[in-house]
Nanobody
Framework: QVQLVESGGGLVQAGDSLRLSCATS????????MGWFRQAPGKEREFVAT????????YYADSVKGRFTISRDGAKSTVSLQMSSLKPEDTAVYYC?????????????????WGQGTQVTVSS
């Protein structure tokens, strides 16, 4: 399995932007569709965004559509989540995940590898 390490979380104010990154290990980055999930306190983990193996297809949760952008860099084996116009309700631990899906993947059961998570806190 691929190892995933997230970074870039922090405390920001509403309306600010933040960029999360996920570094992956191994030489098989192109074999995985990648995704971001988040879990707010007291809530279940939820899907945020996903990108296909070659990066040509992305999909977002309605709650972040138009504000968040997922991207991947094959040369660096990284996937990023650019977050803009952040809201207090975006506060959560954000997880990077990898899936063997040939297209995009939006449910947790399709992801076989997970990072440890990075905290994002948005103050009002």
């Amino acid at each position: 399995q691929v190892q995933l390490v997230e970074s870039g979380g922090g405390l920001v104010q509403a309306g600010d932007s933040l960029r999360l990154s996920c570094a992956t290990s191994g030489r098989t980055f192109g074999s995985y569709a990648m995704g971001w999930f988040r879990q707010a306190p007291g809530k279940e983990r939820e899907f945020v965004a996903t990108i296909s193996r070659n990066g040509d297809t992305t999909y977002y949760a309605d709650s972040v559509k138009g504000r968040f952008t997922i991207s991947r860099d094959g040369a660096k084996s990284t996937v990023s989540l650019q977050m803009s116009s952040l809201k207090p309700e975006d506060t959560a631990v954000y997880y990077c995940a990898a899936s063997f899906s040939f297209g995009i993947a939006t449910t947790e059961d399709l992801f076989s590898s997970w990072g440890q998570g990075t905290q994002v806190t948005v103050s009002s």
